[in-house]
């Protein structure tokens, strides 16, 4: 079972950048997708973007798209989210999460706080 460690989170100013960074806890080898979700007060848990670990495929919600990047590096045990130009409805608790097969995202991080201040 692969756990997950976010970090990177804080408060910056609109128009600034943040890194989140999701740590796993043994080889990815074998996972299908990792993603970033996101959840605001008061709103219901969104999906942000994925990536395939075959492949390296990515995708976005609508809201992101050319402003946030996610990718992962070689060895394949970190998953990073860039995220530019940043809006103060980007303000969200920022979740990782991992899945072994098209199925739902089962594992989870504890999250990670960003606030963009206007």
């Known amino acids: 079972q692969v756990q997950l460690v976010e970090s990177g989170g804080g408060l910056v100013q609109a128009g600034g950048s943040l890194r989140l960074s999701c740590a796993a806890s043994?080889?990815?080898?074998?996972?299908?997708?990792t993603g970033w979700f996101r959840q605001a007060p008061g709103k219901e848990r969104e999906f942000v973007a994925h990536i395939a670990w075959s492949t390296g495929s990515t995708d976005y919600v609508d809201s992101v798209k050319g402003r946030f990047t996610i990718s992962r590096d070689n060895a394949g045990n970190t998953m990073y989210l860039q995220m530019n130009s940043l809006k103060p409805e980007d303000t969200a608790d920022y979740y990782c999460a991992a899945r072994y097969s098209a199925s739902g995202w089962k594992y989870w991080g504890q999250g990670t706080q960003v606030t963009v201040s206007s």
């Open positions: 043994e080889n990815t080898g074998n996972i299908y997708q």
